[in-house]
C-alpha cells in the first residue's frame, strides 16, 4: 500500500472498526481530516454546537451499543467537547473523540486556538494520547478504539497536530485485542459466584438492584432469564432502567432520591443485596449508614474498583456480568432456589407512592398524568431521552422500554441539554425506530439550536418539551429546604417553543388545555417528519417521593 497521511490512518481505523458515521463541527486545525472524509464512506453530521456533537456521539453509543465518534478542532473546539466527555466517563459509553491540534512546532507557545486539551480530559476519560509522530498514529487509533470498547466503556480522546494529519507514513492501520497491564474481561471466581448461590438459598427477602452493566455487557436476556428463575425483586437504576424487562412482576423500578416506594422500602428491608453491574452511586443509596441495614451484599461489576468502593461488599464478583449470569444459571439449573414469589408479591403490594405526588393545579396541565398518557399510548418499543431535571424523574420513573438501550439520560453527571442531541445520536443510530426527546424549558434552551440539524436531516423525532417557567428541580428545593427563597430560577420569559419549531421548518404543537391531552398527543405522535410539542406546565408540581439528602432510603417524602 502507499504511504498514506495522517488524516487517511485516521480514517482508514475508523472505517477498520465499523464505524460509518462521526458526528462533529470544522476548524483550521482540523481541516486536513475533513477534506480526507469527503468520499471516505464515514458520513459526517455537521451540529450546531461540538458539546451537541460529543452527545449526539453519546446517545448513538448508548443506543445502539456501537462506538460514537465525534471530531473537533483545536483550543475552543476541543474544549467544548469536555462536559460531553465527563457524561460519557460518568455513565461509561463508549466515545472516541478526535481534536485536531495546533503544529507541532508551535505547541507550547500558546499559539492561537492551542489547548492542552489531552491534558484537560487525563482525569475524565479512559486514556488521551497527543500524537507527535505520524508512524504512532496507526497504532493510537487502534488502542484508542479498543480501549473505549472494551471492559468497562468509556470516552477516549486522540488530539492530532495539523502537521501530523498531513504527514506521510507507510505504517498501515492495526487492530488490537490486548495491551500489556489492561485486563478489560477478568476472570471472575467461582468460588465467590458459589458463596453468592448459598447467600441467595438461604435469603428470605432478597433485592436485586441492576445497573447500566447490564446492558453494556449484553445480558438483558440472561438477566431476565435468571429473574425468571428466582423470581427475586428487582429495583433499576437510572441507568438500569429496561434490564428487568416492562412486564417482569416483580419489577420495584427506579430506586433512590426520586426512587419509587416499593423499591425504596424493599432495599430498606431486605436482608441481601445483588448488585448487578451498579455503582452504589449515593442517589441511589442515600445515607449509607441506613441505607439495607440488615442485606448482604453480592456486588457484581467488571471493574474492580467499583467493588466495595461505596458498600462493602460480603461476596465480590469481578467479572463480566454476562459471563457471572451464565454460570449462575448453570447453578440455579442444578441446585435451584425455591422461587421468591410470596415475597416478590409482599414488596409489590406497598406501591409505587406516586399516587401521592404533588398534582398540578386544577385546569392546568399535570405533567405526570400527560406521561402516563403518552406511554400507555405509545407503549415499550420507542427509543427515549431526556434531559435533566424533574421532567427527567418523572419520565424514570413511569417509562417502561422493553430494552435498556431504549432509556437514554445523563446520570452520573446529571448534564444539562443533554437530551435532544443525545435524541439526535439515537435517531441516526435507530433509523427505523421511533425516537422521543423529553426535555425541561431550561435544559432544552442550551441545546435547542439542535433543531436546525433535526430538520436538515429530516430526522422523525418527537419533542416533548416541559415547560414550567422555572429551573424546576432547583426551585423544588429552594422550596423544600431554603424556605422558598427563589434565587435564580424564574425563567418567565421563555420563548414560545411551538413558535420557534416552527421557525425551524419542524412541525409544532402547543398544549395547555387538560381537556386537550389525549387528541394532541395523538396528532403530535402521528404526525409526518419531526415535531415538537410545546407543554405549559403549572410552576409549583414537585416531583415525588423524594429522599432529601442525608437521609435514609425509608424516610421518604411522598407529597407536599
Not at 471516505?40 to 451540529?47: A, P, Q
Amino acid at each position: 500500500m502507499a504511504d498514506r497521511s495522517g488524516s487517511q490512518v485516521v480514517v482508514d481505523a475508523l472505517v477498520q472498526a465499523g464505524v460509518d458515521l462521526a458526528f462533529g463541527y470544522p476548524g483550521g486545525a482540523v481541516l486536513p481530516l475533513y477534506d480526507v472524509l469527503l468520499g471516505s464512506g464515514v458520513r459526517h453530521i455537521l451540529t450546531r454546537h461540538e458539546q451537541s456533537a460529543i452527545h449526539a456521539a453519546d446517545g448513538y453509543a448508548r443506543s445502539s451499543g456501537r462506538l460514537g465518534v465525534c471530531i473537533a478542532t483545536s483550543g475552543p473546539g476541543a474544549t467544548n467537547l469536555v462536559t460531553g466527555i465527563c457524561t460519557a466517563m460518568m455513565d461509561s459509553t463508549p466515545v472516541l473523540c478526535i481534536t485536531g491540534q495546533v503544529p507541532s512546532r508551535l505547541i507550547g507557545t500558546d499559539a492561537f486556538q492551542e489547548t492542552d486539551v489531552s491534558g484537560v480530559v487525563t482525569g475524565i476519560t479512559k486514556q488521551s494520547w497527543l500524537v507527535r509522530n505520524v508512524d504512532e498514529l496507526p497504532q493510537v487509533m487502534a488502542e484508542a478504539i479498543f480501549i473505549a470498547t472494551s471492559g468497562r466503556p468509556g470516552p477516549v480522546l486522540v488530539d492530532i497536530p495539523k502537521d501530523v494529519l498531513v504527514a506521510s507514513t507507510g505504517k498501515t492501520s492495526v487492530q488490537t485485542t490486548s495491551l500489556p497491564g489492561y485486563d478489560p474481561m477478568p476472570d471472575f471466581d467461582g468460588n465467590e459466584l458459589d458463596r453468592a448461590h448459598r447467600l441467595l438459598k438461604a435469603s428470605k427477602r432478597p433485592v436485586c438492584i441492576v445497573g447500566g452493566g447490564c446492558g453494556m455487557s449484553g445480558a438483558t436476556e440472561r438477566f431476565r432469564r435468571w429473574c425468571a428463575a428466582t423470581q427475586v425483586p428487582v429495583a433499576t437504576t437510572l441507568m438500569g432502567i429496561g434490564c428487568a424487562g416492562p412486564d417482569y412482576a416483580g419489577r420495584l423500578g427506579m430506586p433512590g432520591m426520586h426512587g419509587l416506594r416499593r423499591a425504596n422500602l424493599a432495599i430498606s428491608d431486605c436482608d441481601l443485596i445483588i448488585a448487578m453491574g451498579i455503582r452504589f452511586d449515593d442517589r441511589v443509596t442515600g445515607h449509607l449508614e441506613r441505607f439495607a441495614p440488615d442485606a448482604r451484599i453480592i456486588h457484581i461489576d467488571i471493574d474492580a474498583a467499583e467493588i466495595s468502593k461505596i458498600v462493602p461488599a460480603n461476596v465480590a464478583i469481578n467479572g463480566d456480568l454476562d459471563a457471572v449470569l451464565l454460570e449462575w444459571m448453570l447453578l440455579l439449573e442444578s441446585d435451584p432456589v425455591e422461587p421468591f414469589g410470596r415475597w416478590q408479591r409482599e414488596a409489590m403490594a406497598v406501591g409505587d407512592g406516586l399516587e401521592t405526588a404533588s398534582a398540578a393545579d386544577s385546569g392546568t396541565i399535570d405533567f405526570t398524568e400527560l406521561l402516563d398518557s403518552l406511554f400507555d399510548m405509545i407503549g415499550s418499543a420507542p427509543i427515549v431521552a431526556t434531559d435533566v431535571g424533574q421532567h427527567q424523574m418523572w419520565t424514570a420513573q413511569r417509562v417502561r422500554p422493553d430494552h435498556p438501550r431504549k432509556f437514554v439520560c445523563s446520570g452520573g453527571l446529571g448534564t444539562m441539554g443533554f437530551g435532544l442531541p443525545s435524541a439526535i445520536g439515537a435517531q441516526f443510530a435507530n433509523p427505523n425506530e421511533k425516537v422521543l426527546a423529553v426535555v425541561g424549558d431550561g435544559g432544552f434552551q442550551m441545546t435547542l439550536a439542535e433543531l436546525a440539524t433535526v430538520r436538515r436531516c429530516n430526522l422523525p423525532l418527537r419533542i416533548l418539551v416541559m415547560d414550567n417557567k422555572y429551573l424546576g428541580l432547583v426551585r423544588q428545593w429552594q422550596e423544600m429546604f431554603f424556605d422558598q427563597r427563589y434565587s435564580a430560577v424564574d425563567m418567565s420569559d421563555n420563548p414560545d417553543f411551538a413558535r420557534l419549531a416552527g421557525v425551524y421548518g419542524l412541525g409544532a404543537f402547543t398544549l395547555s388545555d387538560p381537556n386537550e391531552v389525549n387528541s394532541t398527543l395523538q396528532k403530535w405522535w402521528h404526525c409526518d417528519g419531526p415535531a415538537l410539542l410545546h407543554c405549559i406546565c403549572p410552576t409549583q408540581q414537585n416531583v415525588f417521593p423524594m429522599v432529601p439528602a442525608g437521609a435514609g432510603l425509608g424516610d421518604m417524602v411522598e407529597s407536599k
